[in-house]
Each structure stands twice: as C-alpha cells, then as structure tokens.
C-alpha cells in the first residue's frame, strides 16, 4: 500500500504536472488487464487511448522488441534500416500509398505532413498558396504547428501567437468547407472520425464529398488516422470505411503495439516534394520501435481474422451499449463508434463515472467532458464487454 502512495507523492513531486492523474500506478499488463503496485487487476478499456491495439505485452510483441535489442537497438537514418525498410513495405502494400515516413509520435507525424503540404504546394503552386483548413473540435497534436491545426480554443489559450495559415470549419459541414476554400488553401487536413472531439462519425458520403472538392480545387486531403488506423475501425485505416483514397495519411497510436513510433503515408506525387534535407528524425523509424510495428502490423494483418473480430465486437458493443441507452434515456444521450472505437455521450460530466468504475477495476476514459470513449485491445472477449455494460447499468442505476 505504502508503495503506491509514496510513488505517487514523488510522482507529485518531481513532474511536471502537465497531466490530472487518477492516483494509481499500474506495473503489469497481459491482454486486456492491467495490474497496479498493489496487485489489483484492472479491465482496460483504455489501452492507452487506442494504443495497444494486441492488448498489453502480446507475445509476438515481447518477442520482436526482445530480439532487436539485442541484435541492434539504434543506428542513424544516415544508413539504412532493414525492419523500417520491411515496415514500410507492409504499410504501402495495404493502402493507397506509394512511400512513407517514420518519426515517433502523432504531433511528429502530422507536423510532418502540414510541412509536406507547405512544400508540394510551394513547389507546385508557388508560396502564396499555402493555407491548410482543419474542422472545429478537431485534436492534431500539442507541437505549435499541430496545436494550432487542432480546431479547439481551450488548446490554444496561453500559447499565442500561433502558426499562420490555418483556417477552422465545423466537421461534417460540407457547405462550410467550400466555403472556406481560397486562392490560398492547400490543403484539407481531417480526422476520419474525430477522436478526443467526442467521437464523432461523419455523415457516410462527407469525406467522399470533401474529396471531391479537393480535386476540383487541386487541394491535397490529409487524414489524421493517428487514433482511427491500424485496425481500430475495421479496417486497417478508417478512410477504407468511405471510399476515399486520401493523398495523406499519418498514424501513430496503433502502430507500435504500445512502443512509441508515427509514420506519413502519401502518394507517389506528393512525397516526391520532399527529398534529402528537406525533413528528418534522428529516431523516427529506428530499428526497435519499426521492429515492434512491424510484428504488430503483421498480427493484425493475419489472415483479417482481427480485423473482422474488431468490427463484430465492435457491433456487438454498440448494441449492448444501445440497450444501456434505452434503459437509463435520462443519463445516456447518445452511441456512436465504428469497429472498437466507441463514445457513450452522457447527459452529465463523465469523470465521476470513470472515477468509480476505477475503484470497481475498469480503465475509462473520458473526452470532450461528457463522452465515455471506448478504445479497448482488439482482442477484446464479448464476456469482457458483458462485464463493462454490467458495471455501466449499475452506475447508472445508481445516478438516476
Ligand atoms: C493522439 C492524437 C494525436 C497526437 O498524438 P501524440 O502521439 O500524442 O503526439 C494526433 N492526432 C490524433 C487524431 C490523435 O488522436
């Protein structure tokens, strides 16, 4: 006991306090629980907020990461790299992308994309052309770059001036986006499904549409799948869902299987702007984060059987959470999700249930204040679920 509270007052004492922490410190983790210094189990419907895609230390994950440390941790992007040349390979072989690019995070990742709109519109259009359109509640990241393409204000208070050139519509507002559209725009920069917006879907023809106005408008269209790709969805991407192919794509979460790594994905065309000098990552792409993708990404490639798995649970979750709504309307606004990534909108604040589904051994969280965000392992059993909507049904038994 002893253990925890005093981690926790260090941890209080020695970092910066950039986060609000529920006050446990998890140790272990093997599928979808997670156990804290005090040797209590936690069902993880969290996963480090869709990061661990396998669940937590997945054998083939141990067993990649174990044997590239000891053969060869770190060499320098001066030569190269034999698993982040078979990474690569494997992402451009499943999606609609010629190349890609490796650094070790999503604010890294779209920073690299927003730099590659800036130099393929330069290069094609010249300088003047070079503003990027993102959506109202959007998240893109926290660098200063990726902080002001996220559509939020309470983002950005504290942190003026911001970047020039970005412009704001409402998400799933096609009327809003062509407005928006200038001599100057570049580029139109989305999430598939808005993640820490709340989960939020769009219409099922709005990306097909923004496509189509992107390629009247010669603009190129970048999907932040950071939080949506690596099989969260169904699919392995989300854009797959809308018949789209985007000219960019950038992903992170998913990717690594919990160790840190973000990619860029574009079309032959695009990527062609950036050559020697123009960007780089002194550990993006580095022998063990690509090695742990790439055993991920092989796992959930794997005869589709995940990814089927994912949309059935997906499916099965979203109707059992339906039931939930109709038994308790007055708390529960809305359901909505594609595949394992899930919001239970609430008529109320939500961390006070995340609170006490904590103390009852549940990870959840929480976005945009009153939306439970389901973002569990892929491998994720319907008996866990179960357990979760019971658990839900009596909390909520309980509030109204
Ligand atoms: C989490 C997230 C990011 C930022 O990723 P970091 O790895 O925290 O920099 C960017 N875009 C989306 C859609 C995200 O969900």
Same mark, same amino acid.
């Given at each position: 006991m002893a253990d925890m509270k005093k981690l926790i007052e260090k941890s209080n004492r020695y970092l910066m306090s950039t986060y609000k922490r529920f006050p446990i410190v998890l140790r272990k983790g093997r599928g979808c629980r997670v156990y804290d210094t005090n040797g209590k189990e936690y069902l993880d419907f969290v996963a480090g907020i869709a990061v661990n895609v396998l669940g937590h230390s997945h054998p083939a994950v141990v067993v990649a990461v174990q044997k590239q440390a000891q053969r060869l941790i770190h060499v320098s992007n001066l030569y190269h790299i034999e698993p982040q040349i078979r990474l690569a390979e494997l992402l451009v072989e499943n999606s609609f992308a010629d190349r890609a690019f490796f650094c070790n995070s999503g604010a890294e990742a779209n920073e690299a994309a927003i730099k590659l709109v800036r130099k393929y519109s330069h290069d094609h259009f010249g300088p003047d052309r070079h503003e990027i359109i993102t959506a109202l509640n959007s998240f893109h990241g926290r660098t200063m770059a990726t902080l002001t393409a996220t559509g939020q204000e309470k983002f950005h208070k504290g942190f003026e001036p911001l970047l020039e050139g970005f412009r704001y519509i409402p998400f799933d507002d096609l009327e809003a986006l062509e407005k928006a559209i200038t001599p100057q725009t570049a580029a139109v920069m989305l999430e598939p499904i808005q993640g820490e917006g709340g989960v939020r879907v769009p219409s099922p023809d709005y990306l097909k549409r923004v496509r189509e106005l992107c390629d009247r408008n010669e603009l190129l269209l970048v999907l932040d799948e950071v939080q949506t790709g690596i099989g969260r969805t169904g699919r392995l991407f989300a854009y797959e869902h809308f018949g789209i192919e985007p000219d960019i794509i950038t992903l992170a979460k998913g990717l690594g299987g919990g160790v840190p790594i973000g990619a860029m994905l574009a079309r032959e065309e695009v990527a062609k702007s950036f050559v020697p000098g123009t960007h780089a990552s002194t550990f993006g792409g580095n022998p063990l984060a690509a090695q742990a993708a790439l055993a991920t990404l092989e796992k959930v490639l794997e005869d589709g059987l995940l990814l089927e798995e994912c949309k059935e649970k997906g499916e099965y979750f979203m109707e059992r959470l339906r039931e939930l709504q109709k038994e308790h309307e007055d708390i529960v606004l809305d359901v909505r999700g594609l595949g394992l990534m899930i919001g239970l909108e609430l008529a109320r604040e939500c961390t006070p249930v995340v609170e006490e589904a904590l103390e009852r051994g549940f990870l959840l969280n929480c976005a945009a204040g009153n939306t439970l965000r389901f973002t569990p392992? =892929? =491998?994720?059993?319907e008996g866990e679920i179960d357990r979760l909507i019971d658990l839900l049904h009596d909390i909520f038994g309980r509030l109204s």
């Open positions: 392992p =892929l =491998l994720v059993t």
